[in-house]
T-cell receptor, first 115, second 110 residues
Framework: GAGVSQTPSNKVTEKGKYVELRCDPISGHTALYWYRQSLGQGPEFLIYFQGTGAADDSGLPNDRFFAVRPEGSVSTLKIQRTERGDSAVYLC?????????????FGPGTRLTVL | EDKVVQSPLSLVVHEGDTVTLNCSYEVTNFRSLLWYKQEKKAPTFLFMLTSSGIEKKSGRLSSILDKKELSSILNITATQTGDSAIYLCANNNAGNMLTFGGGTRLMVKP
């Protein structure tokens, strides 16, 4: 079956611009997660959705970052007024029900470069 | 604040060698510990460990958790060039977010 997909695979933008990153989870998975991975580091948690609602957004670094999942499937991570420090690989993951015993399956990520 | 530390940071071995990767954690609510392999961008799932002392095995890879020592190891026997990757360890706390270590970069030379 299809895994988690993310688009675009690469995004280059200029400082101050707005970007949207899309995640399509595994069909039927109710839990969806966004992580950010800077070069040479492990992924860092950003936000977790259970269905349509954000159950935990404690990892979002500031109010320039926002994510939605309006129909409980596809999610979009939105970054306003991008800064060079936002450059990273943005990873999306999904799991069956979101319990701590569920495996999170990751997509290939979007590499964001802010010039 | 939850913390996961992996060692070594990087490792270079030759095909056929056996390697042991280490992961230690300090977390407030331990639920499970996971290992992932990251070759390009997508981390791919290897193991989930919840109980101490029970080895999980998949082919040449195996892993075990020691809750007393707050650590886990990932063993790879008879390494192959295809094992070259970053190996990530992560804790899943009660809030469902994964806290990752910095990873161990393994390079297997022919």
């Amino acid at each position: 079956g299809a895994g988690v997909s993310q688009t675009p695979s690469n995004k280059v933008t200029e400082k101050g611009k707005y970007v949207e990153l899309r995640c399509d989870p595994i069909s039927g998975h109710t839990a969806l997660y966004w992580y950010r991975q800077s070069l040479g580091q492990g992924p860092e948690f950003l936000i977790y959705f259970q269905g349509t609602g954000a159950a935990d957004d404690s990892g979002l670094p500031n109010d320039r970052f926002f994510a939605v999942r309006p129909e409980g499937s596809v999610s979009t991570l939105k970054i306003q007024r991008t800064e060079r420090g936002d450059s990273a690989v943005y990873l999306c993951a999904s799991s069956t029900t979101g319990t701590e015993r569920d495996t999170q399956y990751f997509g290939p990520g979007t590499r964001l470069t802010v010039l | 604040e939850d913390k996961v530390v992996q060692s070594p940071l990087s490792l270079v071995v030759h095909e056929g060698d056996t390697v042991t990767l280490n992961c230690s954690y300090e977390v407030t609510n331990f639920r499970s510990l996971l290992w992932y392999k990251q070759e390009k961008k997508a981390p791919t799932f290897l193991f989930m460990l919840t109980s101490s002392g029970i080895e999980k095995k998949s082919g040449r890879l195996s892993s075990i958790l020691d809750k007393k020592e707050l650590s886990s190891i990932l063993n790879i026997t008879a390494t192959q060039t295809g094992d070259s990757a970053i190996y990530l360890c992560a804790n899943n706390n009660a809030g469902n977010m994964l806290t990752f270590g910095g990873g161990t970069r393994l390079m297997v030379k022919p």
